[in-house]
DNA sequence: GTGAAAGCGCTAACAA
DNA sequence: TTGTTAGCGCTTTCAC
């Protein structure tokens, strides 16, 4: 039923051999027999199987995807620079959610590992011992997207954090604030932990400013908890916030609004995304451009060097960050 | 360097059929060598070449997905439906990004097919004539998910666009309007052009009021088109508007209250898809639900009833939509 | 430039 | 309950 590449040499009086030349584009065919060879393939209708030749080849041209959650916008954008270079290199991609499970993420790797991926892609705010152990002994190059590992034993792909939050904050202090909130995602993450809050706390300290931990909220990263924590931080009229993503900053705005605060007039604001939202916000975000899909494609485009046995130049990519200054914030 | 099943076999001093079927969870092994099976295994830590299953076996466990663009929160959602269904019937997932392009539609579908998917997801707002044609002769399974093909010969989930529509103007007319602007998607959509214009006309018709062509206005589907959607409309100083999702919605609010109206005092607003950001507007809009990580989850499932080769109840499942009430409109 | 033949690692009859 | 033996459909030496 299905037509396989022996059928298609039988009926053009060729060996198989040829057959898989001419579909692999090899230039050791006589262009006459190329001709037949093809003619054939479209009379029949053949269609390599890519299993098969998987096995073969012991090269599947799909990379594994692991995220914490597509529906998250932040992912998204991810994954499609991800998605665009891997197309660009002719790879597939098998996308998962982890949502940051730690043994949905060990086991999705096993998974991928199993279906034989040529490489991996993977995302995730905390990346424990023994991932970074399993990472490490993978056959398979794998590639950090927006994810730390202190050890440096994984290729990754990440921005300044640090330098992007004390940038931040450091502008809410040349504006004059004493008075500085930080809403903060989940503090199990190394990104907001021991970057963005470390940031924030020298930022402040460089300018003579002590650290409050009253002005530290923790949340889940959600609009929502972008409102409360406007709530849990008004007894100590913060006159100024930096803000860990968009959506907790729209939430943050409204909370205030609803509130009598004026943003930028009464309260200061700088998020740090600059996704679409930022502009769909009123007032509109400024906000530190932290380039999700750039980081997806580089990454991809790193592993491919990984795969493709090339030279690495640099293990750890660092790339640039900027702020986006927009309504949020008072212009200097 | 990779350990094989037979090394396996070898080492437990059974053959590889057993191993095959310690593997597989096949009861007719003897416990006393299932347990000798699994000790080597763990100890030679073997892990199953999934390419080699599934060229034995015709069998992947990975389905394609193929949708517009992954980046763009509905996909998002859509996906992640698909692929916490999948997860559960244990399948992957390839995902592909076809920018609604009709060759790279095709092309994906190819490749698709030439990695031996089990089954297949797709979205389009449109399905050519010659997509549909693959479809039919594919060997694998195929499921619409949000996307119309009125010969129904491709099995697909759906809301219902029509009646979902209707029941928007409705009341908007049942509250009292007479102009009542249509901010639509790509009416090259099937689902904008002839269920949601139609059911718009059908509603005014039925209201005795005339279709007037200058109150529709066609966009893209973005924030900034929403906006200038706007600017078009306004000489017709239209009272009420129907928009095609949310984040047109939130341009066109943001464009109405920059001339000086006020929703929904002065204008009120339908929108069509209530996703996390028609909370996040203000005010926020009252949005018809729909429904993409249902139709999502349940696409998958109807796939793996074709894929078990279960019998299907209905190949043509419509899922059901609600409206969302909130302050974008006056309370009845 | 082309062909023969040996796998790739596994599943699935069929026997025993 | 277990083993033997063909493949699955392709790539890849190695000859010619």
Do not use: W
């Not at 914490?68 to 790879?91: C, F, Q």
């Not at 730690?102 to 096993?110: C, G, I, M, R, S």
């Not at 460089?206 to 609009?223: R, T, W």
């Not at 907790?248 to 943003?263: N, R």
Request: aromatic share 6%; glycine share 4%.
């Amino acid at each position: 039923m299905t037509v396989t590449i022996y059928d298609v040499a039988r009926e053009a009086n060729v060996s198989m051999a040829t057959v898989s030349r001419v579909v692999n584009g090899n230039q050791n065919v006589k262009p006459a027999t190329r001709k037949k060879v093809l003619k054939v393939i479209e009379e029949l209708g053949y269609r390599p199987n890519a299993v098969a030749r998987g096995l073969a080849s012991k090269k599947t041209t799909t990379v594994g995807v692991i995220i914490p959650d597509i529906s998250n916008s932040m992912y998204a954008e991810l994954a499609r620079g991800i998605e665009d270079i891997a197309t660009m290199y002719r790879y597939n991609i098998i996308l998962s959610n982890s949502d940051q499970n730690q043994n949905k993420e060990l086991q999705l790797l096993e998974t991928m590992l199993g279906k034989q991926v040529d490489g991996i892609v993977f995302m995730s705010d905390v990346i424990s011992t023994e991932l970074l152990y399993e990472m490490e002994r993978s056959p398979t190059p794998i590639v950090l997207a927006g994810s730390i590992d202190e050890t440096n034993a994984v290729a990754s792909v990440n921005i300044d954090y640090y330098g992007a939050a004390y940038e931040a904050v450091k502008k809410l202090v040349d504006n004059g604030h004493k008075k500085i909130a930080f809403v903060s995602g989940p503090l199990s993450s190394k990104i907001n932990k021991d970057y963005k809050l470390k940031a924030y706390t020298e930022a402040l300290l460089d300018a003579g400013i002590d650290y409050d931990e009253k002005l530290v909220v923790e949340c889940n990263n959600s609009y929502d908890e972008g409102m409360e924590a406007v709530s849990t931080l008004q007894p100590y009229e913060p006159t100024a916030y930096f803000v860990s993503n968009d959506e907790m900053s729209i939430g943050v705005i409204h909370a205030l609004e609803e509130s009598g605060k004026k943003v930028p007039e009464d309260v200061e604001i700088i998020s740090y995304e600059n996704s679409k939202l930022a502009r769909m916000a009123r007032p509109m975000l400024t906000s530190i451009a932290f380039p999700l899909y750039d980081i997806g494609a580089v990454s991809m485009r790193l592993l491919t060097k990984y795969m493709n046995e090339e030279e690495i130049e640099e293990k750890q990519v660092i790339l640039p960050y900027r702020i986006e200054e927009r309504q949020s914030t008072k212009n200097a």
